[in-house]
Structure formats: C-alpha cells, structure tokens
C-alpha cells in the first residue's frame, strides 16, 4: 500500500483511485508539536466517534465512509494493529479551508473577541465573557497550513477560494451538523464549544463530509455540570493536555517525555467522552 500521507496523528494510505484507508495512531499533539508519548488507544477512541457522528449525521450529509469493518479492508488491513482505528474511505477532492464552527466564545476565538470585538470578520455583541455562548454558532474558516499554524480567515477569504455558492453550502451545513450534534451532546452532558469540520468533492460534484468529526481532538468537549462562563472549562479534550504544557512551561524545542499520570488523565478523559456520547462502554 502506498502511504500517501502522514499527518500529526493519521496516516493515510491509497487502496486505489476512489479509495483510501485511514489509520488513526496514538499520537497526540499540542501547539502543533507531536507530542514524545503516544496516549494508549487514544485513535481507537478518535475512530470510534467519528464512526458515530458519521453514523449520526448520514441522513442530511453525505460522508466519505465505505467501512469500519475489518472484514471489508484489504488484506495488508486486515490485522489486529489496524482493527477498531482504521476506516475504508472514498477518495475525495478536499477543499482547502478547515471548517471551524463555533457555539460558544473561547480560545482563540475569545482572544481575537478581547482585541477587537470579532471573530474572523464576524462583529459579536459587546459584553461576551470568556465561555459564554454565542446568540448564534458562527462559521470561522481557516487556512490549512501545510507547516504550523493555520490562519483564520474571513467568509469573504473563503469565498475566494472557493466561490461563493460552495462557501455558502459549506459554511450553511457546517453550522447545522454543528448545531444538531450539540443539541444531541447535550442531552448527554456535554457542552460542544466549537468544532472543525473538512470536506470534499466525490467525482460528482457533491459536498461529503471527510476527515474526521467532532472528536475531542477537533472540538472542545466541556462537562454541562460544571458550565460556568468568565473562565475557561473543564474538558472532555486535549484541552487538558495543552493546560498541563503551559503550565509546566513544557519547551517545544527540547521536548521531555510527559508524565505517566498526565497520559493516564488524558486517556481517561477521551475514553469518557466516547462512552457518554455512545451510551457504550469502551
């Protein structure tokens, strides 16, 4: 199989032309550096969200899912290494933006807030406080930086990119799988700040959903009993992970092995997060 890329956490491989695996490993990273340890069966719990919300979200969007069943991959795949983290997938023309979605007010989201009042072109009531949800969840696009950060961008960068009735479909069906997952989380005590959603054309034109979907590596999972606007959340994602760094001054650039109980909170809170959205023990 030809491994076709290697991302921070997937590795993608090229079955044939309309098809793809995708492997998820234990990688974890922050701040855009792969982290030294691997949280154990940490892209087990990422393939197994995304194959719910895929599952959950089929009737209004159409996705690049083939199968999550061993059985069906090819014979390199079919190995106990690659069972319950890997997807057979159709091959797509993925388009260049990340397509964040954003219910409430945090993270860099709320930096840009303090500086000017608006996110990503978008002017936002004054007054909001760290936290707080927005009156309506907004669409705020970005680049997809081949190396380090990707840039927020403007509707109206998007549109140049990528025409304005595909901006428009995009940026429309992001904003309601969004909207429909969080009402569905919230029924199971999760608050889903905001998201990241890719997509793609399949060899029709039509827009399909790809990548990955609302896991806690692409959304912030915060616990509804313990919702408090003015600060930052308790989470059910990496958030964790990224607070532990900042708070120990971890150096990017000498990168020093993570502690065993910092590895050991982190799977536990990605394995909870799936067993609450499930209804399934892990």
């Known amino acids: 199989m030809k ?16 098809k793809l695996m995708l492997v998820v490993s234990d990688r974890i990273s922050a701040f855009d550096v792969i982290l030294p340890n691997e949280v154990p069966d940490k892209g087990k719990v990422l393939n197994k969200i ?13 996705n690049h899912v083939i ?6 991959f090819p014979e390199e795949f079919q190995k106990e290494e690659f069972k319950d983290r890997s997807m ?5 023309k993925m388009l260049p933006i990340e397509c964040i979605v954003r219910g409430y007010i945090t993270g860099s989201g709320w930096k840009s807030y303090k500086e000017n009042g608006t996110v990503c072109g978008i002017t936002l009531p004054a007054g909001l406080q760290e936290s707080q949800k927005l009156p309506n969840p907004i669409f705020t696009p970005s680049t997809k930086a081949a190396e380090g950060h990707d840039e927020n961008i403007s509707f109206e960068q998007t549109v140049e ?10 940026r429309d069906v992001a904003i309601e799988i969004y909207s429909k997952c969080a009402e569905y989380a919230a029924t199971k005590g999760i608050i889903i700040a905001d998201t990241k959603f890719e997509f793609g054309l399949d060899e029709n034109g039509d827009l399909v959903l790809g990548d990955e979907v609302l896991t806690p590596d692409s959304s912030r999972f915060w616990p509804a009993s313990d919702y408090e606007i ?7 994602d990496k958030q964790y992970m990224r ?3 900042k708070q120990t001054n971890w150096d990017a650039n000498n990168p020093t092995p993570i502690p065993v109980d910092v590895i050991q909170t982190t799977r536990s809170k990605y394995i909870e997060a799936y067993e609450r959205l499930t209804g399934n023990k892990f």
């Open 3 to 18: 491994k076709i890329s290697s991302g921070k956490v997937r590795e993608i491989y090229e079955v044939d032309d309309g």
């Open 50 to 62: 995304s194959e719910f919300w895929f599952d959950y979200t089929k009737d209004f969007v159409k």
């Open 67 to 72: 199968s999550t069943n061993i059985s069906d």
């Open 88 to 92: 057979l997938v159709k091959k797509l």
């Open 161 to 170: 990119l990528i025409g304005e009735d595909l901006a428009t479909k995009v």
């Open 230 to 236: 003015g600060h930052g959340q308790k989470s059910f």
């Open 243 to 245: 607070d532990w760094l």
